[in-house]
């Protein structure tokens, strides 16, 4: 168990709906991080928050957006999706806001099934 | 740009026999890190190891071991005998700035 929990863990909606993904960090840890993992992109960095803050973007779309919150949970919201949109949603955190001198520790991860 | 390469898409073995996935990375950075990630069946990403740029020395922790070699960019993850516990994917990652470059993985089935 990383500490790092993620809720729901499954999410099954349909096309042009919108669902909000959860995650709290580890105890201590500033940093969350969204990543996603489908069977054509692999593994792909979505966005940093640290400490409330937005540090760093990836490969994110403009219908998702990402927060984090004074106590440092942090949701993503996915809006207009699409069939292509289901993914496994991984959140991570880390102690610091540069996460290449630390280690990201991964929650179990929302599965989302778009229908 | 960054890249890491998992060449092997699946590799499987008896129980027993050792197993070594290779990794391959690009980067322009001088400082890096590298991570190995361990996703079994249940999904969930479970790290392994972290490896700067600066620190060649290979690393074991019990049946596992990392051999990384700046001069060809790799950082290979070798697991001696295998058991079907290690049945998992397993990723390669390179971090430059807080943003994981993840491998495409690679899937290890160790039968009984």
Known sequence: ?115 | AQKVTQAQTEISVVEKEDVTLDCVYETRDTTYYLFWYKQPPSGELVFLIRRNSFDEQNEISGRYSWNFQKSTSSFNFTITASQVVDSAVYFCALDSWGKLQFGAGTQVVVTP
């Open chain 1, 1 to 115: 168990d990383s500490g790092v929990t993620q809720t729901p863990k499954h999410l099954i909606t349909a096309t042009g709906q919108r669902v909000t993904l959860r995650c709290s960090p580890r105890s201590g840890d500033l940093s969350v991080y969204w990543y996603q993992q489908s069977l054509d992109q692999g593994l792909q960095f979505l966005i940093q928050y640290y400490n409330g803050e937005e540090r760093a973007k990836g490969n994110i779309l403009e219908r998702f957006s990402a927060q984090q919150f004074p106590d440092l949970h942090s949701e993503l919201n996915l809006s207009s999706l699409e069939l292509g949109d289901s993914a496994l949603y991984f959140c991570a955190s880390s102690v610091g806001e540069a996460g290449g001198t630390e280690t990201q520790y991964f929650g179990p991860g929302t599965r989302l099934l778009v229908l």
